[in-house]
Nanobody, 124 residues
Framework: VQLQASGGGLVQAGGSLRLSCLAS????????MGWYRQAPGKQREFVAG???????TYSDAVKGRFTISRDSAKSTVYLQMNTLNAEDTAVYYC???????????????????WGQGTLVTVSS
C-alpha cells in the first residue's frame, strides 16, 4: 500500500485548492479514508473522512468549506478546499482510519503507515 498526497501549494486567503490522495493497493469501497493535517509546532489533526458507504465527516474548523470525495476506479481520494485562511496552512496527509468519528479517529489508529504529505500555505 502506498499513500501519495499531492496538489498542495501557495494560495491567497479566500482561494481554493484541490488535494489528491492516490491510495495504491487500497479498496476505497471497503475502507474508510481520511485527510489529516499538521501545522508547524502542532499535533496532527483530523480534517475530513469518508467511510466505505460514502458517509462523510468533517472537523468543525473546515465544515462548510472543505469537501471530501473519492473515485474508486482511480483509487483516489480528493479534498476540495474553499475559502482558505491562514489557519489552514499545514502539511496535509491521507490515511485509512478505523473510524471517521472526528472525536475518536486519532485514538483508534490507522491501517497504514503515513505517506508523504503535501504542503498547503495560505497567505493572508
Amino acid at each position: 500500500v502506498q499513500l501519495q498526497a499531492s496538489g498542495g501549494g501557495l494560495v491567497q486567503a479566500g482561494g481554493s485548492l484541490r488535494l489528491s490522495c492516490l491510495a495504491s493497493g487500497v479498496r476505497l469501497r471497503a475502507n474508510a479514508m481520511g485527510w489529516y493535517r499538521q501545522a508547524p509546532g502542532k499535533q496532527r489533526e483530523f480534517v475530513a473522512g469518508i467511510n466505505a458507504s460514502g458517509y462523510t465527516t468533517y472537523s468543525d474548523a473546515v465544515k462548510g468549506r472543505f469537501t471530501i470525495s473519492r473515485d474508486s476506479a482511480k483509487s483516489t481520494v480528493y479534498l476540495q478546499m474553499n475559502t482558505l485562511n491562514a489557519e489552514d496552512t499545514a502539511v496535509y496527509y491521507c490515511n485509512s482510519p478505523y473510524t471517521i468519528d472526528p472525536k475518536a479517529t486519532n485514538a483508534y489508529g490507522f491501517r497504514f503507515s503515513w505517506g508523504q504529505g503535501t504542503l498547503v500555505t495560505v497567505s493572508s
